[in-house]
């Protein structure tokens, strides 16, 4: 049995087997293989490249948030340095209107300023006008009523020790008595060359107690007095010009009214400067 | 050349120097000056004005009838008139406005409420 079966081992082996079968079983199995393992890779590569376009759209999405983002925030940058800015005009504006404010006022009391000049200058001007005494008287009166705003006044001159009244508005002056140097508040006035004035011209007072007493001076004497017992109801302060222009008729008054008299007995204004020059040597 | 013009209706000499001075405050305004209303009528026959501003108490033709004057004229009807007056009595300003004044301002004047009426007016 023995040599029969080494004799058929030894006929098998020296006879070639055929494995084409098995060859082609194997190379089928292998390219079989092959092809799905190349079908998986072409699936898993466009999977992959599926994934990768879905990445580079996310991407892109992220990119522009991000930039959208850095645009935002340039933005409220510059809304915070446009609010600064816009603070500092506010701030600028405030600064400029409280100044137009005060030039506005100031304009104001300029106006004032130059409205109670043009009253002392005009006041001056037209008592020195005219060398006509009732002219002079006129003017007086003119100014008293309008600039001035008195309602019942007298104009009193000193004759020897007494005072008399030359002019008067709001009483006829034929009413009016002579008053005595020294005598109540216009006989003192007339004595002492001192105005005597209201804090306040409202209430009005009488010619006996009036709210101004003016002395009409002629260098350090007193020669008259003008007395306002009242203004009128509108005026209830006296005016800052007021006192300028009780100054000017304390100095400037007795002056025109001399000036006019002395005049009145010329004939004329050439005659009127006869002397001068022997005045002037 | 001015852009308005304005008659001053006042007897006073010192109170027309006065408004005229304070009305030369307003750079755009002419003035021209009458003495009484008689004075401004043949003034206003002969020109035409922006603004009138005119006393009460004058002589031969007082400020109210000016006014009343003034108003029956179609030519004149509509000017702007300021009454500045020593009568400060409710019924003098009640009655000056019934006749148709635009403005009642009272003696003695401030020149900056007289110009401040004046701007009001001519809305300067």
């Given at each position: 049995m023995n040599d029969d079966s080494e004799e058929r081992n030894r006929r098998e082996s020296d006879v070639p087997v055929d494995l084409s079968r098995e060859r082609e079983s194997f190379v089928r199995q292998f390219l079989k293989q092959g092809v799905e393992l190349t079908e998986n890779l072409l699936e898993e590569n466009k999977a992959l490249h599926s994934q990768l376009s879905e990445l580079r759209q996310q991407n892109a999405l992220l990119r522009a948030q991000v930039a959208s983002d850095d645009a935002i925030r340039d933005l409220l940058r510059k809304i915070e340095t446009l609010e600064t800015e816009r603070r500092t005009l506010l701030d600028r504006s405030t600064q400029l209107e409280e100044t137009s404010?005060?030039?506005?006022?100031?304009?104001?009391?300029?106006?004032?300023?130059?409205?109670?000049?043009?009253?002392?200058?005009?006041?001056?001007?037209?008592?020195?006008?005219?060398?006509?005494?009732?002219?002079?008287?006129?003017?007086?009166?003119?100014?008293?009523?309008?600039?001035?705003?008195?309602?019942?006044?007298?104009?009193?001159?000193?004759?020897?020790?007494?005072?008399?009244?030359?002019?008067?508005?709001?009483?006829?002056?034929?009413?009016?008595?002579?008053?005595?140097?020294?005598?109540?508040?216009?006989?003192?006035?007339?004595?002492?060359?001192?105005?005597?004035?209201?804090?306040?011209?409202?209430?009005?007072?009488?010619?006996?107690?009036?709210?101004?007493?003016?002395?009409?001076?002629?260098?350090?004497?007193?020669?008259?007095?003008?007395?306002?017992?009242?203004?009128?109801?509108?005026?209830?302060?006296?005016?800052a010009v007021d006192r300028e222009l009780f100054k000017l008729l304390s100095s400037h008054a007795a002056t025109a009214l001399i000036?006019?008299?002395?005049?009145?007995?010329?004939?004329?204004?050439?005659?009127?400067?006869?002397?001068?020059?022997?005045?002037?040597? | 050349m001015a852009?308005?013009?304005?008659?001053?209706?006042?007897?006073?000499?010192?109170?027309?120097?006065?408004?005229?001075?304070?009305?030369?405050?307003?750079?755009?305004?002419?003035?021209t000056e009458a003495e009484d209303g008689v004075d401004a009528l043949r003034k206003l026959a002969s020109a035409s004005f922006d603004l009138i501003?005119?006393?009460?108490?004058?002589?031969?033709m007082d400020g109210l009838k000016l006014v009343k004057r003034i108003r029956s004229d179609s030519a004149h009807k509509d000017v702007p008139i300021i009454i500045i007056t020593t009568e400060g009595s409710t019924e003098d300003r009640q009655r000056a406005m019934a006749l148709g004044a635009n403005a009642y301002i009272t003696k003695p004047i401030q020149a900056p409420q007289v110009i401040a009426k004046v701007r009001e007016l001519l809305s300067l």
């Amino acid at each position: 049995m023995n040599d029969d079966s080494e004799e058929r081992n030894r006929r098998e082996s020296d006879v070639p087997v055929d494995l084409s079968r098995e060859r082609e079983s194997f190379v089928r199995q292998f390219l079989k293989q092959g092809v799905e393992l190349t079908e998986n890779l072409l699936e898993e590569n466009k999977a992959l490249h599926s994934q990768l376009s879905e990445l580079r759209q996310q991407n892109a999405l992220l990119r522009a948030q991000v930039a959208s983002d850095d645009a935002i925030r340039d933005l409220l940058r510059k809304i915070e340095t446009l609010e600064t800015e816009r603070r500092t005009l506010l701030d600028r504006s405030t600064q400029l209107e409280e100044t137009s404010k005060e030039n506005q006022d100031r304009n104001v009391e300029i106006e004032q300023e130059l409205h109670d000049l043009a009253n002392l200058y005009i006041a001056s001007s037209h008592l020195h006008s005219t060398l006509s005494v009732r002219g002079v008287m006129r003017h007086l009166c003119e100014l008293l009523q309008q600039l001035v705003g008195a309602e019942l006044f007298a104009i009193y001159l000193l004759r020897g020790e007494e005072a008399i009244a030359i002019g008067a508005d709001g009483i006829e002056l034929t009413a009016l008595k002579s008053i005595p140097q020294g005598e109540g508040v216009v006989g003192e006035v007339m004595m002492t060359g001192v105005p005597r004035i209201n804090d306040k011209p409202q209430p009005g007072g009488t010619l006996e107690t009036p709210v101004a007493s003016i002395p009409l001076m002629v260098r350090d004497t007193a020669v008259g007095v003008i007395a306002i017992a009242t203004v009128f109801a509108q005026k209830p302060v006296w005016a800052a010009v007021d006192r300028e222009l009780f100054k000017l008729l304390s100095s400037h008054a007795a002056t025109a009214l001399i000036a006019a008299n002395l005049y009145a007995k010329e004939p004329g204004a050439a005659t009127a400067l006869d002397g001068l020059m022997d005045h002037l040597n | 050349m001015a852009d308005y013009s304005c008659l001053v209706v006042e007897d006073s000499p010192m109170m027309r120097q006065l408004l005229v001075f304070a009305l030369a405050r307003i750079k755009s305004i002419a003035v021209t000056e009458a003495e009484d209303g008689v004075d401004a009528l043949r003034k206003l026959a002969s020109a035409s004005f922006d603004l009138i501003v005119t006393d009460i108490n004058m002589p031969i033709m007082d400020g109210l009838k000016l006014v009343k004057r003034i108003r029956s004229d179609s030519a004149h009807k509509d000017v702007p008139i300021i009454i500045i007056t020593t009568e400060g009595s409710t019924e003098d300003r009640q009655r000056a406005m019934a006749l148709g004044a635009n403005a009642y301002i009272t003696k003695p004047i401030q020149a900056p409420q007289v110009i401040a009426k004046v701007r009001e007016l001519l809305s300067l």
